[in-house]
């Protein structure tokens, strides 16, 4: 096969993965982590796949190929976590992941034989620590993110937990999660092959419900019980790791145990903490500095470097110092409660809530939205969608304030959709 028809093999790949909100800014480095990830007709074919989860038998419509020959295609590309199948009614639904969280993640969470995972480690820390676009892009573009902060649970007073919601609790994913599982830490298994990586723990990393399903079935993922899980979230207390999960309120399907020095996510808080790229928890700290003896623990364990030491201006004691904290750094996570060993920090509720979507699907139409992607998610023409998922997704876009509303209006450019919100809005208004 010639290279410009193996190439634009992966590119229509790069063009099938930015269907989705979460997109993958095509590079050379991109290229190259994509053709260690996929074949080239494993390329081909996933580029034919709807944005939506789908059966075998669509699969075998669309790739024109036997039950027999996509089924175990499809399940030898699920085997390796590129797709995740996820059993409902009796069927395999598969649905093709985005980078991240996702199949980026998926092909570092275990060791492996068959992917030199060193020179894939070496590959993302390009694409992603050295050129960015990827992860300015996925953390930066919009309102509304992929992942948001868990608090840390320990560091809440008695009053702090009352007003405190279950999805706000990490332990609260955990006890009600169907399934669980935990695998290696992304970001800090990759930093381990550039000789970068920190002493935190890195079997940490953990996935819920239907993903975890899917990563324990083909071993990408070890499963655990709830006990072993909400120990494991201890452990990730004890070394001031921050809890970074699904920014959704229902059946959130991960949450990393994050470090301030290895993981993507906190490395983006900190290079475009203007942009707000990471959601943060209802709850910011504040120092009583006439407590504070400016030891800076909290400053070391800030995972963002939202605490730093200010002088006192104590005449007494010139050069003493004490913490001062950037609230607009700030995820609100509760490190530096913990690390305090006078008592001086405190959590206080933030004087607004943060919104977090109820689901993926309304995560999903909301990231679309605001990056202009909607259209892919209504008229992708290689998997026209039933009824119902219009549905569901109509009804997302009808919930939601009237300016992102006209928002999707405006990239839709569908008469239907404008309609069904003039309706709501004149029934709202006699209501």
């Known amino acids: 096969m010639a290279h410009s028809t193996i190439k634009s093999d992966y590119s229509r790949l790069v063009d099938r993965l930015n269907h989705h909100p979460q997109g993958a800014p095509p590079s050379e480095l991109l290229f190259k982590i994509l053709t260690m990830l996929f074949s080239e007709k494993e390329a081909k074919l996933v580029s034919l796949m709807p944005v939506k989860p789908f059966t075998a038998k669509k699969a075998s419509r669309l790739w024109k190929m036997d039950l027999t020959s996509t089924q175990k295609m499809l399940d030898e590309l699920a085997g390796r976590a590129i797709l995740v199948d996820i059993e409902q009614n009796g069927e395999s639904i598969y649905a093709l992941p985005p980078p991240m969280a996702g199949f980026f993640e998926f092909s ?75 695998g290696i830490c992304y970001c800090r298994h990759k930093m381990h092959h550039l000789g970068k990586a920190c002493d935190a723990p890195q079997e940490i990393c953990m996935t819920f419900n239907a993903t975890a399903a899917s990563l324990i079935k083909h071993g990408s993922a070890r499963s655990i019980d709830k006990e072993e899980c909400l120990d494991l979230l201890q452990v990730a207390y004890e070394h001031n790791l921050v809890q970074f999960g699904e920014n959704v309120r229902d059946t959130v399907n991960f949450i990393c145990n994050c470090c301030g020095c290895c993981c993507e996510a906190m490395i983006a808080a900190r290079k475009f903490a203007i942009l707000n790229p990471v959601h943060t928890t209802n709850f910011i700290p504040v120092v009583t500095e006439t407590d504070c003896n400016g030891c800076g623990r909290c400053v070391t364990a800030c995972p963002v470097e939202a605490m730093t030491l200010v002088s006192s201006n104590n005449p007494v004691k010139p050069n003493m110092k004490v913490a001062k904290l950037d609230e607009d750094l700030c995820l609100g996570c509760g490190v530096c409660v913990r690390t305090c060993l006078r008592d001086s920090i405190h959590l206080k509720s933030r004087p607004s809530r943060v919104i977090t979507p109820m689901n993926g699907v309304h995560r999903v139409v909301l990231m679309a939205i605001e990056r202009g992607k909607l259209q892919n998610l209504i008229f992708d023409n290689q998997a026209l969608w039933s009824h119902r998922a219009m549905a569901g997704v109509l009804g997302v876009i009808l919930k939601l304030p009237p300016i992102k509303q006209a928002l999707a209006s405006q990239q839709v450019k569908s008469r239907y959709l404008e309609a069904l919100i003039n309706h709501i809005d004149i029934k709202s208004a006699r209501d």
């Open 108 to 182: 570092l969470m275990r060791v492996r034989d068959d992917l030199d995972q060193k020179v894939l480690s070496e590959l993302f820390y390009e694409y992603m620590n050295v050129e960015e676009d990827f992860i300015r892009e996925l953390f930066t573009q919009g309102q509304t993110q992929l992942g948001r902060t868990f608090v840390h649970e320990p560091a809440l007073s008695k009053e702090n937990a009352l007003h405190v919601l279950d999805y706000e609790r990490a332990s609260e994913v955990i006890k009600r999660a169907t399934h669980r599982g935990v």
